[in-house]
């Protein structure tokens, strides 16, 4: 089973990128985070063309994740914790494959900037609240995939010039930390368990060349819990589609295993 990660910024801008790539790359499960799109404007009919099932958690002009799926999938409730968050960010679905069911989760984490202001705060509770509910999860001991756009870079080795982001919400101590401790709980992030290697990066800014002079970061993430971990078989940056014309500034993620 190929399960994707992509933050497409606009679904509706991007459409015929992320129809090319369910054509070309086909993977079974597709978590897509940014869609920037309400639930009814979703491009439902073109997807479900390609034999996906779709579910999504929309929001006008911003945020908004959505799941697609080849295999038949129940969607379950959103992200527990707070019932006053009206931001579109995580939605979750358990999927059902020949091998067995798999759950899997889209997540869009708060970016965090500027640090001064109530969005780091806001971030960082949003972090405690997945941690929360990612530990209630793991007590079912399935596959999970808990993958998205984390707004968060591990470590040095995935930025291109840590110094300048030692400021930044994505690369602060407390970010790092707080995510140090999702994975603690048991979760294995599925690039580094297959290349150690510095430079891998996810995303490239739109501005100053980042993309034509390789100033990455890699914030888009799959964390497998212990079962999935165990079937895992390889993973694959996408890096090409940032070559595109009027690409997304993230490029897509894939895991597969051996489901």
């Not at 089973?1 to 679904?11: I, P």
Request: hydrophobic content about 40%; glycine content about 6%.
């Amino acid at each position: 089973m190929l399960v994707t990660t992509w933050n497409v910024n606009s679904v509706k801008q991007r459409l015929e990128h992320l129809l090319g790539f369910l054509r070309d790359v086909g993977p079974e499960v597709i978590c897509l985070q940014e869609i920037k799109c309400v639930d009814e404007a979703f491009p439902r009919l073109e997807v479900e063309a390609l034999g996906y099932n779709v579910a999504v958690h929309g929001q006008k002009g911003f945020n908004g994740v959505a799941i697609l799926s080849k295999l038949p999938m129940e969607v379950t409730p959103r992200l527990p914790g707070d019932e006053d968050d009206a931001q579109s960010r995580y939605l979750e679905a358990v999927v059902s494959a020949p091998g067995g069911v798999v759950r899997v989760a889209s997540i869009y984490l708060p970016n965090g900037n500027p640090v001064g202001t109530e969005k780091f705060p806001y971030k960082l509770a949003w972090m405690e609240r997945l941690a929360r509910h990612a530990s209630v999860l793991l007590r079912n001991e399935e596959p999970l995939v808990l993958a998205g756009d984390y707004n968060v870079i591990p470590d040095e080795r995935d930025v291109y010039e840590p110094t300048a982001w030692l400021d930044d919400a994505l690369f602060r101590p407390e970010t790092r930390s707080a995510f140090r401790k999702l994975l603690a709980l048991g979760f294995t992030d599925a690039l580094r368990a297959c290349d150690d290697r510095a430079g891998l990066y996810t995303f490239w800014d739109y501005q100053a060349g980042a993309w034509q002079r390789n100033k990455g970061i890699r914030i888009d993430h799959l964390l497998l819990s212990p079962q999935a971990a165990d079937r895992l078989a390889s993973v694959e940056i996408h890096k090409a589609t940032r070559a595109m014309e009027k690409p997304s500034d993230h490029v897509p993620v894939s895991v597969r295993l051996d489901i």
